[in-house]
């Protein structure tokens, strides 16, 4: 039976097999779930068994969130009665208690909010994040004007065939430190494809330029595994978009300008 670490590094590549699908399911996904646990070599046995344990320590993940929201917002509620109290009666001593409380409070907001929008390997945002922040109240269609960039690594299949999915997992990681020096939002998208979110003032040609940079350090750069050394690089497509369009149709279009930039950048790195 796969340990946990095993389980979601399958349940990734399930995830992004299916990702472009329009419909999905159950069968087809556990389908593709058996197939990628077969690669790896892992006999999935006891599934019912396995299936409660995971819900409940998805539940008691739940409920540990839960619990640290409901006790920040009735620290929050408090800190605010006091504060108007405080106000009213221009007590000093109680005011700087206030403001020693929604410091300490405000941290614990943080942690709370770094649990729920970040990307466990990665520490890039997550989907949840960007649907949180970018998307409108319908949860399909774009808040603002930006510009969108869709990063997909080359070869990252060979990686872990050749050097393990340890290797895979810091290469990722890897990938993402240098896509935050764009200065711009990073998010995990899916196994190994990130969204980097450039804000509307930036222009297409300094999206490209900035990414192109990245890319080429990257592919300088000599990736140690064991007593091997690899080459990693990544493809990217960028596209313009405007307040009320569709998340999904700007990555397609993203998606699509991403074509001619894989051929040209496979036919330089040939493999890894």
Not at 54 to 77: F, G, H, W
Not at 146 to 172: C, E, R, S
Not at 232 to 243: A, E, H, L, M, W
Not at 260 to 267: E, F, L, V
Request: aromatic residues 6%; glycine residues 2%; proline residues 1%.
């Amino acid at each position: 039976m796969p340990d946990n670490s095993m389980l979601k590094i399958i349940t990734n590549e399930t995830k992004a097999s299916i990702d472009q699908m329009d419909i999905v399911t159950p069968s087809i996904y556990a389908s593709l779930f058996e197939k990628f646990a077969s690669e790896h070599h892992e006999v999935i046995e006891n599934e019912k068994n396995l299936s409660v344990d995971l819900m409940q320590l998805e539940c008691s993940n739940l409920t540990d969130l839960q619990t640290e929201a409901s006790q920040s917002a009735n620290t929050l509620t408090k800190n605010t009665s006091k504060a108007i109290s405080a106000i009213k009666e221009k007590d000093e001593a109680s005011l700087n208690q206030v403001l020693e409380e929604t410091q300490k409070l405000k941290h614990e907001i943080e942690k709370l909010k770094e649990a729920v929008y970040k990307d466990e390997l990665t520490r890039a945002n997550n989907r949840k994040w960007l649907h949180d922040t970018y998307l409108d109240e319908d949860n399909e269609t774009l808040k603002e004007d930006g510009m969108l960039a869709l990063i997909d690594l080359n070869y990252f299949k060979q990686v872990n065939d050749i050097h393990g999915h340890i290797i895979g997992d810091k290469v990722l990681i890897f990938i993402a430190n240098q896509l935050k020096s764009t200065r711009a939002h990073v998010v995990r998208y899916g196994g190994d494809e990130f969204l980097v979110m450039f804000e509307a003032r930036n222009s297409m040609q300094y999206a490209l330029n900035t990414l192109t940079k990245i890319r080429e350090d990257v592919i300088s750069k000599k990736l140690k595994a064991h007593d091997s050394k690899f080459t990693v690089s990544f493809s990217f497509g960028v596209t313009p978009y405007k307040q009320g369009d569709a998340l999904a149709k700007t990555i397609e279009l993203a998606d699509k300008n991403m074509y001619d930039d894989k051929i040209a950048i496979k036919k330089r790195v040939t493999g890894i």
